[in-house]
């Protein structure tokens, strides 16, 4: 049963955990003695016989705040599988009222999270797919690139916008309505306006937005140069029929003699140089 207990739970234990297994406080305290064990945090041990992966980093800093903690931000993202790698610090959300002390490598968030918006995950409590998908992506590391992916993958907006509703007032809540406001309806025609102030701003001209080209309403047209821009919103490919209405227009624009440029919503807030270097490449080359 021990045995089990530690490979489930990459090698740490708490000393309940510990007790329910049938060792007493003294076989703990001779495991720890012999180095067997190594004591991470008051109560919470790491069985030194293997590798301190990130999984264990991360349950030692939830464990180590008590049974009411919970891993949030980025470590629940990755925990989950949100993202790829684990953050060198894990955040730790805990109780308003609490006592616990800050340690290295953990960042703690100080609120009363609802019932409904924490899960168990693998034996650790962490926050749920929707609130770690609004949280995450106003973390440094996350981004619009992670709320692009969650949407495409894995989560539906309501539920994002549920989660961020309930909890208002939170580390990062502005930011994520401002990203949750840009992904909903209106995400094509933000996305369109923040086109506009990118090629007002690195001076091309010759362009004309919401024309006409094969019977298609096309978002940036440059006439003279036969460039064509589309640009999309998040999560755009995750509907089947869009995609496939997105690619007849574009072969009849094609088709019409006009070079086709799509840009999502990320391409212009994250890589904006890049846009607008193969903008003018673009309409060089015609």
Known sequence: MLDELLRRHD????????SRAGL?????????RSGHWRRCARGVYFVDDRPFTDAARIRVAVWSNGDRAVASGLAAAWWIDLTKFAPEVAEVTVPRV???????????????LRVNDVTDCRGLRVTTLPLTVVEAATRRGGGPKLLDQAL???AQLPALWTAHLRNK?????PAARRLLQAAD?????????EMARLLRAAGITGWKPNRRIAGYEVDVVFRDAKVAIEIDGFAFHSDADAFQRDRSKQNA????GYQVLRFTWLDLVEY???????VKRAIRAR
């Open 185 to 193: 309806d209106g995400a094509r025609s933000e996305a369109e306006r």
């Open 98 to 112: 609490s006592n616990h002390v800050r340690r290295p490598g953990v960042r703690l968030r100080r609120r009363d």
């Open 11 to 18: 090698g740490v234990i708490t000393t309940s955990q510990a």
């Open 169 to 173: 007032g939170r580390h990062g809540s």
């Open 24 to 32: 007493s406080q003294d076989a703990v305290d001779r495991r720890v």
């Open 253 to 256: 624009i094609a088709l019409a």
């Open 272 to 278: 904006p140089g890049r846009v607008i270097a193969e």
């Open 152 to 154: 495409q993958r894995h």
